[in-house]
């Protein structure tokens, strides 16, 4: 079987030699250099590796050996792909190597065009539209998770990323790689959005006409997400306790309480300012732009929501000082659990969890969306606030039981049923 080896060659005037790859086979011999150099004392000539593992590429992104290891792979995975159809030529074997060294560069390849990286790179810039708008900062903050999702199966697969190879087999490939990792269902199926995404601008800017993202079996993943909300009476227990002893805990409740009748994701919740406070005949409002979606949004100020503007009138927005995601998140599970929010059972994935450790900032909107739909407010309306397109998304979004339903149906015949009655009556 022919052999992968790597050599230095002479010293440039710098002190360091470049690292070249040899492969002979069938009386045919490739040389291939791709840009990465050492000095000599650092070589293993031995091993054809450098005696650090630490040792780094010119961009500082990945490990010399690790690369070189990946080159051999490459190599000998082209040999054994062509041999079937007869001796392949050194060109040919090159354009392997030379697809896979595109994924460890940011600058395209003059000689082979963009690359699937240098796409995503714009995608992750801004410089890719979508319909002529900019997209959202969380857009691109999703892209560049999706980027580095990417570069790490890249190396720890030893799977080369490009146009071409974004087949049936990566998409498994890339599926048990993430579960490993110990990522979700849904966090999985936004990665492969957004793999499908930049292949259809690839497909579209003639990039390539590889078209195997677009089968059916290449599905985006997904799984109903199973979460809590807050009832009415929930929401009024923990607004009533008292944290006066706990300030961070304080502030922190009265930001979700306000929230859980605002129906603000806590991005916007944290940014609202003086100026989305207004006065509308009489009545406040909040009206803001919202990050995600970019619609705008009018809400009006619930009387809880009133009492937590007067409490902190002394702040421009007369609400308490936001603070990290995480740190809210932790904050909200300790305050529910002193308000005596600990009922278990409340989802069947996790029935032995007390209900304050299934609380987290997206549990307010879940509470504000469930509660209004559940006192008939129509939903229609409240998707205007929410910003559900779609009646199937929004009713995959509010958390109504069984139970929940049951009971609905039953007012709701009681109140038929009563109303017959004085029909009859009169």
């Given at each position: 079987?022919?052999e ?10 710098s002190?360091k030699?470049l ?10 011999v490739?040389?291939y ?10 070589w ?5 590796r450098l ?10 992104n990945?490990s010399i050996n690790?690369?070189?290891?990946n080159l ?5 995975h082209a040999y ?6 007869g001796?392949p030529s050194?060109?040919t074997?090159?354009?392997?190597l030379?697809?896979f060294?595109?994924?460890n560069?940011n ?9 699937l990286f240098?796409l995503?790179?714009d995608?992750?810039s801004?410089?890719?539209?979508h319909?002529g708008?900019?997209?959202?900062h ?7 998770t999706?980027?580095?999702h ?13 146009f071409?190879?974004?087949n049936?087999?990566?998409y498994?490939?890339?599926?048990d ?7 979700g269902t849904n966090?999985i199926g936004?990665?492969l959005k957004d793999?499908?995404?930049f292949?259809?601008?690839a497909?579209d800017r ?6 195997q ?9 997904k ?7 807050l ?5 009024e227990?923990?607004?009533?306790h008292?944290?006066s002893d ?5 502030s922190?409740?009265?930001?979700f ?8 994701r806590?991005?916007d919740?944290?940014n ?15 009206e803001?732009k919202?990050?995600?979606?970019g ?5 009006p100020?619930?009387q809880t929501v ?12 007369r ?5 990290s995601?995480?740190k ?13 929010l ?7 994935a996790?029935p ?9 900032s997206h549990t307010?909107r ?13 939903s ?5 606030i929410?910003?559900h397109r ?15 339903t049951?009971k ?9 049923w ?6 009859v009556?009169s």
């Amino acid at each position: 079987m022919p052999e992968v080896k790597f050599y230095l060659k002479k010293p440039e005037p710098s002190g360091k030699s470049l690292i070249f790859l040899k492969f002979k086979y069938s009386g045919l011999v490739l040389v291939y250099a791709f840009g990465q150099k050492t000095l000599p004392k650092d070589w293993n000539k031995a091993k054809q590796r450098l005696k650090s593992n630490k040792a780094t590429t010119e961009d500082g992104n990945h490990s010399i050996n690790d690369l070189l290891d990946n080159l051999e792979k490459v190599c000998r995975h082209a040999y054994h792909s062509e041999i079937p159809k007869g001796v392949p030529s050194p060109d040919t074997l090159r354009k392997y190597l030379s697809n896979f060294m595109s994924q460890n560069h940011n600058d395209d390849d003059p000689q082979t065009g963009p690359t699937l990286f240098s796409l995503i790179e714009d995608f992750m810039s801004g410089k890719v539209k979508h319909r002529g708008q900019e997209k959202k900062h969380a857009t691109l903050a999703n892209y560049k998770t999706t980027y580095n999702h990417l570069r790490d199966f890249a190396v720890k697969e030893r799977y080369p990323v490009t146009f071409d190879s974004i087949n049936l087999a990566f998409y498994d490939r890339f599926i048990d790689f993430l579960r490993k990792k110990k990522l979700g269902t849904n966090t999985i199926g936004k990665y492969l959005k957004d793999i499908k995404t930049f292949m259809a601008e690839a497909v579209d800017r003639d990039l390539t006409l590889n078209h195997q993202f677009r089968k059916k079996k290449f599905v985006v993943i997904k799984e109903e997400t199973d979460a809590v909300y807050l009832t009415e009476r929930e929401v009024e227990k923990l607004f009533k306790h008292d944290f006066s002893d706990d300030k961070k805990l304080e502030s922190t409740r009265d930001l979700f309480v306000a929230a859980c009748w605002l129906g603000l994701r806590y991005s916007d919740l944290s940014n609202i300012k003086a100026e989305n406070i207004k006065n509308i005949s009489g009545e406040l409002f909040i009206e803001m732009k919202t990050q995600k979606t970019g619609e705008t949004v009018i809400i009006p100020c619930h009387q809880t929501v009133l009492k937590i503007f007067e409490k902190y009138g002394n702040n421009k927005n007369r609400l308490p000082r936001a603070i990290s995601n995480q740190k809210y998140n932790q904050y909200i599970k300790e305050a529910c659990k002193t308000a005596g929010l600990i009922e278990t059972g409340r989802l069947l994935a996790h029935p032995q969890s007390p209900l304050y450790d299934l609380v987290s900032s997206h549990t307010a909107r879940r509470s504000f969306a469930t509660n209004y739909y559940l006192q008939g407010f129509p939903s229609m309306e409240l998707r205007m606030i929410t910003g559900h397109r779609t009646e199937t998304s929004f009713m995959r979004y509010i958390k109504v039981s069984k139970l929940d339903t049951a009971k609905r149906l039953s007012m709701h015949n009681k109140k038929n049923w009563s109303e017959k009655l004085m029909k009859v009556a009169s």
